[in-house]
């Protein structure tokens, strides 16, 4: 309790101040560097992310860094898959303290026409030597972000109708809950039910053990929408947040939601993060960026938010650390 008291203390302090914030390029060395995420782990930071010769296309490889300050990063691995673009990797830490990666497997036909799609599992035991990556759930699934909760690992996987950006796909999409205790065999638990196209979700979960649920949605208004749930997560309420976001992530910490992601606008994308407020999205702090750019990953440091995402504002998509207070 007391923890929890100095906690909102703390947030309700920095929530007055003028934001401060400090960006530095982290990675830059392939052609296309995008879709980060961000984890701290065994007195580390630990940041993933795709390397391609574009954004869409060709084997895509996932780079892993590693910091002791989070100042100068070094390379930890790279892994592959002959003939799979590894795309959109996401870092989850396991209950026997292994970094669990989740990442989508695409083959593609001719560089950029997409054949089959699969998520992939890899895992670590010191972030370096990582398992081979493994296919879990079912053709056509995408299962984006695991999120663990105690001893079980939740995802919310999305399949369209037909390979996406085809002719055939022309339909619905869906997006189902997930849960696994191992992160390799996974059960369905219930449909979300989001219209609009649904794909990328994050799960989270407070200290009751309640779920909130943050989706991407693709047509119709294409705001995002913002779900919550109690156990056992089969009876869900959503709301929308008044505005579309993309490569969505959010932390909450107490009494706060706090989000970041792809801010779609006027004169172009920006990756931005702000508050969640009477469940609407206020990105009141746009980082520098631009042209294809957002996936943040997320980290509350001390009074501080750790922020990684990807953007091309500079000439060539790069990996970005940015570092905010008084959000």
């Keep these: 309790m007391l923890c929890r008291l100095l906690l909102s203390l703390i947030f309700a302090a ?12 982290a990675w830059d ?15 580390e930071w630990w940041i993933v992310f795709r390397e391609a010769e574009a954004h869409v296309g060709g084997d895509g490889k996932i780079r892993v860094l590693h910091s002791t300050t989070g100042e100068t990063w070094e390379s930890a691995a790279l892994i592959a898959e002959e003939g799979t673009d590894l795309r959109d990797p996401k870092l989850s830490i ?7 990666l989740v990442a989508g ?29 493994q296919r879990i759930l079912g053709e056509g699934d995408w299962l984006w972000r695991v999120t663990w909760q105690h001893a079980t690992a939740w995802g919310a ?6 390979p996406e950006g085809t002719a055939e796909d022309t339909g619905e999409w869906t997006l189902t809950l997930y849960n696994s205790n191992d992160g390799l065999s ?24 309640d779920c909130t649920a943050l989706v991407r949605r693709e047509s119709d208004d ?48 920006k990756t931005a993060i702000g508050p969640v407020v009477d469940g609407k999205w206020l990105p009141s702090i746009t980082l520098p960026s631009g042209g294809d750019t957002s996936y ?32």
Aim: cysteine-free; aromatic content about 12%; charged content about 20%.
């Design 29 to 43: 060395a392939a052609p296309h560097s995008a879709f980060t995420d961000l984890a701290r782990w065994h007195n």
């Design 222 to 269: 294409q705001e995002g929408w913002l779900g919550t749930a109690k156990s056992p997560f089969t009876d869900w309420t959503w709301k929308p947040i008044g505005r579309a976001i993309g490569g969505p992530n959010f932390l909450m910490p107490p009494g706060r939601i706090i989000a970041a992601g792809r801010d779609y606008r006027p004169d172009g994308a």
């Design 105 to 133: 497997g695409s083959i593609y036909k001719g560089g950029t026409k997409l054949l089959a799609r699969q998520p992939r599992v890899a895992f670590s035991k010191d972030g370096r030597e990582w398992s081979a990556p």
């Design 94 to 100: 396991t209950p026997d303290d292994k970094l669990m």
């Design 186 to 209: 996974w059960t369905a638990v219930a449909p979300l039910k989001v219209s609009g196209r649904p794909n990328e979700t994050t799960l989270r979960f407070d200290i009751e053990g």
């Design 157 to 162: 996987s999305y399949k369209t109708s037909a």
């Design 14 to 25: 920095t929530a007055f101040a003028e934001p401060q914030i400090q960006v530095t390029k």
């Design 296 to 327: 943040p990953g997320l980290f509350w440091n001390r009074g501080e938010w750790w922020i990684t995402y990807y953007s091309s504002h500079e000439g060539k998509s790069a990996i970005y650390l940015a570092k905010v207070r008084g959000l």
